[in-house]
């Protein structure tokens, strides 16, 4: 095997391992650490720190440590969020949600430059294209990594399911779930019975080890960047300069387009909140029980990582305001089913319909988004994607910040409302993209992989 897709297979296999931890504490915050809405809290904190984390931190790390160290230092912040909630309280989950957003940007920046590297030196030595070896790589990562979501919920469900005890939820705790909740504190609004402190000190040393494997992986097997690749480091670290990319970043706010996508990639964040902070708690745990979520979960992290392959496919047949129409129809039939439904267990299906859509939606705003961003500003990719990792962060720490402070119901009117706007707003982007050129058609391109998407996995 070559070495290069060696260091690929252990760093995408790393990742896997740390985000089969990660990915399932995220859907269980709101869940777990209800009280107080300390879990959303610390979720909203972890995204704030994250965008002052891509803003600053990951040229100088990657400069300083490297890629390999500055991966196995990143990864070590993710376990310190997992040993936070071992004694979940405002002194440890926020500090540690703190520590992980400002590792998720440089790790995340550490791989991507590791795998451009990797790709470019195998492509030298192979007389192959740089790019078409580069986006080899990122396939094969985001192949093995994609499955993290399903693993991680399928432990915390399998775990929570031991549960020795099942209460039956009377028919006025039901009442309590769904859009009009009771905006109660505790962690189960129904009184279902909730996991014991050994089931969860199971799953919390389960995703501690795993996450301590990511790193003994990376720091035993994964190489060091040659010198003689030196050169092609310092290209991607150093062109254009970090202080450039950050005053472009605001500079690119002058573009008309820029500004009109600014509600479509908060959108974005917006809604991935919604299914992970609030659909897992007002629907899926207060109604079956949070063995429950980790089911739910999977379905939306399967549907999503097929859907994402196959849009990324049909999209050139189809062009991108067709799918982005399929989403915005899909995601508005769901919101408002919600605001109607009474959820009730013997409804089991029903539960698993609405994460279900709600992927096939999230993979069209992935890709295509992104896509758009790429053909829109083709001349200034850095910008573009520095402005897509800022506004998506703040729709997340905007959706998590508000979660425990507004019933189900109100923060469905207002995904709504921001969908709407986000319609109204990308189509005036395709209208000014059709006047400006108007005889040329805007071609859909595939999602492209890269430090693009990733900081919503964080």
Sequence with gaps: MDRNLKNVLIISFGFLLLFTAYGGLQSLQSSLHSEEGLGVASLSVLYAALILSSMFLPPVLIKKLGCKWTIAGSMCCYIAFSLGNFYASWYTLIPTSVILGLGGAPLWSAKCTYLTIAGTSYAKKAGKHAKDVINQYFGVFFLIFQSSGIWGNLISSLIFSQASTEVQISEENLACCGAYDCMTNTSNTTGSAEPSNSLIYTLLGIYTASGVLAVLLIVIFLDQIKSDQAETEKEILETPSFWSTFLATFQHLKDIRQCLLIPLTMYSGFEQGFLSGDYTKAYVTCALGIHYVGYAMICFSAVNSLCSLLFGKISQFTGRKLLFALAAVANTACIIALLL?????????????????????????????????????????????????????????????????????????????????????????????????????????????GPLTEETHM
């Excluded at 992104?370 to 990719?381: A, M, P, Q, T, V």
């Excluded at 508000?402 to 995904?415: F, N």
């Excluded at 209208?431 to 071609?443: M, Q, V």
């Design 341 to 449: 439904w009474k959820p009730h267990p013997k409804q089991l299906a029903v539960f698993f319909v609405f994460p279900a859509l709600w992927g096939l939606s999230d993979a069209i705003w992935q890709t295509q988004t992104n896509g758009l961003y790429g053909i829109l500003f083709e001349k200034h990719k850095e910008a573009a994607f520095a402005n897509y990792r800022l506004w998506e962060s703040l729709g997340f720490v905007i959706a998590y910040g508000y979660s425990t402070k507004l019933q189900v119901y109100i923060k469905l009117y207002i995904l709504l409302s921001v969908l709407v706007l986000s319609m109204v707003t990308y189509g005036a982007v395709e209208f000014l993209e059709a006047k400006s050129s108007p005889g040329t058609p805007t071609a859909t391109k595939k999602k492209k992989v």
